[in-house]
């Protein structure tokens, strides 16, 4: 496939990330922060009413300098883009650096489900992957993030203390003691640091 | 690092299914068919993939519960109304110009879809010109759809998308309710003809004017999207219409110049030229 910016780097590493309740905020401020040209693809799946149409994309794109989109089903993922999972379905990453979508049943009550997204980026990417739990009311990802820091990648969680939310950051922390409990800026400083 | 043992079972597995049993699954999206292939592993109380492989082998009682696992039966009736509005008030008006015509539903599952169209057909007049092929590979699916029983409690979702649909009448008007069952009248189905029919292995057939396959091709990799896209190609009649699932497009497919966008937002094709 032809990369229309001329970008050819072939991907070596991804960024998830699941937020919930209280997501919009947290995710914002961390999107913002990040530079046009990270150089990492981002998979976001923040839980949404299912039967919303998806303004999440239209609400972040003036806030964040990388592209910001909805993840269509087996595209390529490319450097310095955001992919959103759209509302009712699934988000599965591929082997082979593509994503794709299913409507599988709801996982934790949730479709998009943060632990499809973040198990099957675990199974494609092992140690090259980061993956990020932000606020949430619920328990959703904590197995995810659990089979990322298995695979050796990189597990964060927003300290529960700061989240809106603090019953899904604190999930996560319980399934995946190897994850590191960062405060928004702190998370931001971490994925600047993968990106030298 | 991807756990390498299992993806080999797996092709190794897939590879099996396709040799012995006909069934080829070898270029659906492999990730979900791993995530379901690992969850089949669990409730089936097996070790390993590779201890699935030699049961199915040994036991083909085993593969419909296998195949029940690789296909993904989540449907709803009149999902996505406005998909079902948009047929109604866009492609409904050509239908109305044919003497006869005929339906596909490909990947039809327990049938939610094939009786959101019959009864919409029926609304709009047209149930008794109309022939439906209602299509899948799941046997059990297929079983299901023949015998249009649903739990009741799912019949409230399916009302409240009937009535964005557009509906011209009540859901309940065509089922009866029955221990917790919706039991949907027998006269839907008289116009069905169900069958066994696979996108990836098996032939065209002919002369549609109407084929619906929604979130079917999502679970197929792109190569094979195409293939089900040359199916559909050759199986519409003239100016015949391809309705697909909302996240589902013609945009990356060989086969796009054959069709043009005739509802774009709902998805739904017409199909042009040669
Ligand atoms: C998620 S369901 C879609 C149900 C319905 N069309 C809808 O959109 O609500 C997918 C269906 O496709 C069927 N399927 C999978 N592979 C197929 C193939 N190769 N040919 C025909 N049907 C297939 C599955 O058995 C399942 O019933």
Not at chain 2, 130 to 147: G, H
């Amino acid at each position: 496939m032809t990369d229309p910016t001329g970008d050819r780097t072939p991907l070596e590493r991804a960024v998830v990330i699941g937020a919930s309740a209280g997501g919009v905020q947290a995710l914002s401020s961390i999107l913002a922060a990040l530079p046009a040209h990270y150089p990492h693809p981002i998979l976001i799946v923040l839980h949404v009413p299912q039967r919303s149409d998806s303004l999440l994309v239209e609400l972040m794109r003036p806030k964040c300098g990388m592209i910001v989109k909805e993840a269509e089903d087996k595209e390529m993922l490319r450097q310095g883009t955001v992919y959103f999972a759209p509302p009712g379905y699934h988000l599965l990453m591929e082997q082979t650096m593509t994503v794709a979508l299913s409507t599988d049943e709801p996982v934790n009550f949730s479709r998009p489900a943060i632990d499809v997204l973040f198990e099957t980026a675990a199974d494609a990417l092992g140690p090259d992957v980061t993956g990020v739990i932000l606020t949430g009311a619920n328990h959703d990802g904590a197995q995810g993030l659990c089979a990322i820091g298995a695979a050796g990648g990189t597990a964060i969680v927003q300290d529960p203390s700061e989240a809106e939310m603090p019953t899904m950051p604190r999930a996560a922390l319980e399934a995946c003691p190897s994850a590191r409990s960062l405060r928004i800026d702190a998370i931001v400083q971490a994925l600047l640091r993968e990106a030298a | 690092m991807a756990n390498s043992t299992d993806d080999h079972e797996i092709q190794l597995l897939l590879e099996d299914l396709f040799q012995h049993y006909h069934y080829d699954f070898r270029l659906y999206a492999r990730a979900s068919i791993k995530r379901r292939l690992l969850q089949a592993r669990v409730q089936l109380g097996f070790g390993s993939i590779a201890e699935i492989r030699s049961a199915v082998l040994r036991d083909a009682t085993l593969l419909p519960r296998l195949l029940d696992f690789l296909t993904v039966q989540v449907s709803e009736m009149f999902r996505d109304p406005s998909y079902f509005r948009a047929l109604r008030e866009q492609v409904i008006p050509h239908l109305r110009t044919y003497p006869s015509l005929k339906v596909w539903v490909a990947g039809c599952s327990n049938g939610e879809e094939l009786y959101s169209l019959a009864i919409l057909f029926h609304e709009e007049g047209l149930a008794r010109k109309t022939m439906f092929y209602a299509t899948d590979i799941n046997p059990t699916a297929l079983k299901a759809a023949q015998a249009a029983v649903y739990p009741l409690d799912r019949v409230r979702q399916f009302t409240e998308n009937h009535q964005q649909s557009g509906a011209r009448s009540s859901l309940s008007d065509y089922y009866t309710a029955d221990y917790g069952r919706a039991v949907f009248d027998r006269s839907l189905g008289s116009q069905i003809v169900f069958s066994d029919h696979s996108l990836v292995t098996d032939a065209a057939f002919g002369e549609m004017h109407l084929i619906s396959c929604r979130n079917v091709l999502i679970y197929f990799d792109r190569d094979l999207q195409d293939r089900a896209i040359g199916l559909f190609r050759e199986s519409l009649a003239r100016r015949g219409f391809l309705g697909l699932g909302s996240k589902e497009s013609l945009r990356f497919s060989a086969h796009a110049d054959a069709f043009g966008a005739f509802v774009g937002k709902e998805k739904i094709y017409q199909r042009i030229g040669a």
